[in-house]
């Protein structure tokens, strides 16, 4: 099953993963253990992070509807009349 991304959108996913990357060699550089490791959550936190503003600064857009053969078709659909109705009961006939 093949899956259609848009090339803007592949772009800004490969950019959060190049993010999340660079943050997971940049824990690793400076990590007090031994063997150093890097911190996998705060790459991941990046790269999702950076994900979200990309997607929303950039517009990750959505796929475009297929309307089928002839283009999009008008509505029939008819809404009904509604009879004017007073929104007030009128005052001045009910007087004790």
Known sequence: MT????????????????VGYAVRRHTR???TTLPPTGDIGAAF???ATALAALAFL???SAPAVDAGPGGPQ?????TPAVPD???????SEASP
Do not use: R
């Open 29 to 31: 550089k400076t990590s």
């Open 74 to 78: 008008p509505s029939t659909a008819v």
């Open 3 to 18: 899956v259609p991304i848009d090339a803007g959108a592949g772009l800004i996913f490969i950019a959060s993963c190049v």
């Open 45 to 47: 936190t990046a790269g």
């Open 58 to 60: 950039f517009g990750a």
């Open 85 to 91: 109705a007073p929104s007030h009961p009128s005052t």
